[in-house]
Nanobody, 112 residues
Framework: QVQLVESGGGLVQAGGSLRLSCAAS????????IHWFRQAPGKEREFVAR????????YYADSVKGRFTISRDNAKNTVYLQMNSLKPEDTAVYYC?????WGQGTQVTVSS
Protein backbone atom coordinates (compact mmCIF):
# COMPACT_ATOMS: atom_id res chain seq x y z
CA GLN A 1 0.00 0.00 0.00
CA VAL A 2 1.31 3.41 -0.89
CA GLN A 3 2.27 5.75 1.96
CA LEU A 4 2.05 9.53 1.67
CA VAL A 5 4.16 12.16 3.43
CA GLU A 6 3.35 15.85 3.26
CA SER A 7 5.88 18.63 3.75
CA GLY A 8 6.36 22.32 3.07
CA GLY A 9 3.99 23.83 5.59
CA GLY A 10 4.91 26.76 7.77
CA LEU A 11 4.08 30.27 8.90
CA VAL A 12 3.59 32.93 6.25
CA GLN A 13 2.12 36.41 6.14
CA ALA A 14 -1.09 37.12 4.27
CA GLY A 15 -0.37 37.56 0.59
CA GLY A 16 2.58 35.20 0.74
CA SER A 17 3.18 31.83 -0.88
CA LEU A 18 4.01 28.28 0.11
CA ARG A 19 4.51 25.09 -1.85
CA LEU A 20 3.40 21.86 -0.27
CA SER A 21 4.74 18.49 -1.37
CA CYS A 22 3.17 15.06 -1.08
CA ALA A 23 5.73 12.30 -1.51
CA ALA A 24 4.65 8.72 -2.13
CA SER A 25 6.47 5.56 -1.19
CA UNK A 26 5.71 3.51 -4.26
CA UNK A 27 6.01 3.81 -8.00
CA UNK A 28 2.38 2.70 -8.33
CA UNK A 29 1.60 6.21 -7.09
CA UNK A 30 1.51 7.24 -10.76
CA UNK A 31 -1.74 5.28 -11.14
CA UNK A 32 -3.49 7.27 -8.42
CA UNK A 33 -5.58 10.38 -8.57
CA ILE A 34 -4.41 12.56 -5.68
CA HIS A 35 -6.43 14.96 -3.57
CA TRP A 36 -5.48 17.76 -1.20
CA PHE A 37 -7.76 18.42 1.74
CA ARG A 38 -7.45 20.77 4.70
CA GLN A 39 -8.85 20.98 8.18
CA ALA A 40 -8.97 24.17 10.22
CA PRO A 41 -9.40 24.10 14.01
CA GLY A 42 -12.98 23.36 14.97
CA LYS A 43 -14.01 22.74 11.36
CA GLU A 44 -14.62 19.71 9.20
CA ARG A 45 -12.04 18.54 6.70
CA GLU A 46 -12.68 20.16 3.32
CA PHE A 47 -11.63 19.42 -0.23
CA VAL A 48 -9.02 21.72 -1.74
CA ALA A 49 -7.87 20.27 -5.07
CA ARG A 50 -7.32 17.07 -7.00
CA UNK A 51 -5.25 15.93 -9.94
CA UNK A 52 -5.62 12.97 -12.27
CA UNK A 53 -3.08 10.17 -12.41
CA UNK A 54 -1.48 11.62 -15.53
CA UNK A 55 -1.70 15.22 -14.37
CA UNK A 56 -3.76 16.38 -17.33
CA UNK A 57 -6.89 17.05 -15.32
CA UNK A 58 -7.24 19.21 -12.22
CA TYR A 59 -10.13 20.47 -10.11
CA TYR A 60 -10.26 23.08 -7.36
CA ALA A 61 -12.54 24.23 -4.60
CA ASP A 62 -14.02 27.63 -5.32
CA SER A 63 -12.28 29.05 -2.27
CA VAL A 64 -8.82 28.44 -3.74
CA LYS A 65 -9.43 28.65 -7.48
CA GLY A 66 -7.05 31.08 -9.12
CA ARG A 67 -4.71 31.10 -6.12
CA PHE A 68 -3.66 27.46 -5.72
CA THR A 69 -2.16 25.17 -8.35
CA ILE A 70 -1.89 21.40 -8.06
CA SER A 71 0.70 19.54 -10.11
CA ARG A 72 2.60 16.28 -10.07
CA ASP A 73 5.89 14.75 -11.09
CA ASN A 74 5.36 11.01 -11.41
CA ALA A 75 9.07 10.45 -11.99
CA LYS A 76 9.60 11.74 -8.44
CA ASN A 77 6.43 10.17 -7.01
CA THR A 78 5.42 13.62 -5.79
CA VAL A 79 2.39 15.89 -5.98
CA TYR A 80 2.66 19.61 -5.28
CA LEU A 81 0.28 22.29 -4.13
CA GLN A 82 1.49 25.79 -4.95
CA MET A 83 -0.39 28.26 -2.79
CA ASN A 84 -0.23 31.95 -3.66
CA SER A 85 -2.01 35.02 -2.30
CA LEU A 86 -2.55 33.21 0.98
CA LYS A 87 -5.24 34.43 3.35
CA PRO A 88 -5.66 33.90 7.10
CA GLU A 89 -8.64 31.69 6.31
CA ASP A 90 -6.28 29.29 4.53
CA THR A 91 -4.82 28.39 7.92
CA ALA A 92 -5.28 24.65 8.41
CA VAL A 93 -3.60 21.29 8.44
CA TYR A 94 -3.22 20.18 4.83
CA TYR A 95 -3.47 16.52 3.88
CA CYS A 96 -2.88 14.66 0.66
CA UNK A 97 -4.80 11.50 -0.09
CA UNK A 98 -5.41 8.84 -2.69
CA UNK A 99 -8.93 8.58 -1.34
CA UNK A 100 -8.02 5.47 0.64
CA UNK A 101 -4.63 6.45 2.03
CA TRP A 102 -3.93 9.68 3.92
CA GLY A 103 -0.74 11.42 4.92
CA GLN A 104 -0.12 12.79 8.38
CA GLY A 105 -0.68 16.39 7.35
CA THR A 106 1.37 19.58 7.34
CA GLN A 107 0.44 22.76 9.19
CA VAL A 108 -0.07 25.98 7.25
CA THR A 109 -0.52 29.16 9.25
CA VAL A 110 -1.23 32.49 7.57
CA SER A 111 -0.90 35.59 9.74
CA SER A 112 -2.81 38.77 9.03
Amino acid sequence: QVQLVESGGGLVQAGGSLRLSCAASRRTFSRNRIHWFRQAPGKEREFVARISSTGDSTYYADSVKGRFTISRDNAKNTVYLQMNSLKPEDTAVYYCSTGDVWGQGTQVTVSS
